[in-house]
């Protein structure tokens, strides 16, 4: 099973600032690699697949970096509605499909 | 547009088990799996196992085998997720999930979720 960490654990940025939130993957996915936002209250939503696709209707200023165990999600400049828990996935070996313990990312 | 509309919230005795339903719209069912998610409070997601919408075979994640049940009616269009000998721990949010279309197997459409709450 491939194990999935993300970090910091929380991230407080102020409006207008970058955001940058980081998933290692235990052994390779190749680009395998999904970001999913989920907001209070709320299920998750598919933000980015395939390590740097932008879901549908996914602000610009969401990106994705990386290949093999290292990933990147980057806020260009947050916005208050993009206050929630980010959790990236890796569907490269499965199953399991196995999610990061997630990000959670606050207004400072 | 795809819709994953599941069942309400459920309480539920330790011991006792449960049934949650996910009826699916705006394509056709027996195209993709149905795979179930689950989310305890303020915990991750955890992967617990997919359907064959179309055969009927499932796939289970090791901790829940023997204790889970995934299973579909074609005729409507949804899927269901039996839990049995519920405890505590299995208090969380319940997710359906439809993977993407073009085949990657990354979870594209999640239904609203579905509140099972383990409790005397």
């Known amino acids: 099973e491939i194990v999935v960490t993300q970090s910091p654990a929380t991230l407080s940025v102020s409006p207008g600032e970058r955001a940058t939130l980081s998933c290692r993957a235990s052994?390779?996915?190749?680009?395998?690699l999904a970001w999913y936002q989920q907001k209070p209250g709320q299920a998750p939503r598919l933000l980015i697949s395939?390590?740097?696709t932008r879901a549908t209707g996914v602000p610009a200023r969401f990106s994705g970096s990386g290949s093999g165990t290292e990933f990147t999600l980057t806020i260009s400049s947050l916005q208050s509605e993009d206050v929630g828990v980010y959790y990236c996935?890796?569907?490269?070996?499965?199953?399991?499909?196995?999610f990061g313990q997630g990000t959670k990312v606050e207004i400072k | 547009q795809v819709q994953l509309v599941q069942s309400g919230a459920e309480v539920k005795k330790p011991g006792a088990s449960v049934k949650v339903s996910c009826k699916a719209s705006?394509?056709?069912?027996?195209?993709?799996?149905i795979h179930w998610v689950r989310q305890a409070p303020g915990q991750g997601l955890e992967w617990m196992g997919w359907?064959?919408?179309?055969?009927?075979?499932?796939n289970f994640a090791q901790k829940f085998r023997g204790r889970v049940t995934m299973t579909r009616d074609t005729s409507i269009s949804t899927a269901y997720m039996e839990l049995s000998r519920l405890t505590y721990d299995d208090t969380a949010v319940y997710y359906c999930?439809?993977?993407?279309?073009?085949?990657?197997?990354?979870?594209?459409?999640w239904g609203q979720g579905t509140l099972v709450t383990v409790s005397t």
């Open positions: 999930v439809r993977p993407d279309t073009s085949g990657w197997h990354y979870f594209e459409y």
């Open positions: 705006g394509y056709t069912f027996i195209d993709f799996y």
């Open positions: 359907v064959n919408t179309n055969g009927g075979g499932t």
């Open positions: 052994q390779s996915v190749g680009n395998n």
């Open positions: 395939g390590t740097s």
């Open positions: 996935q890796q569907y490269k070996n499965w199953p399991p499909w196995t």
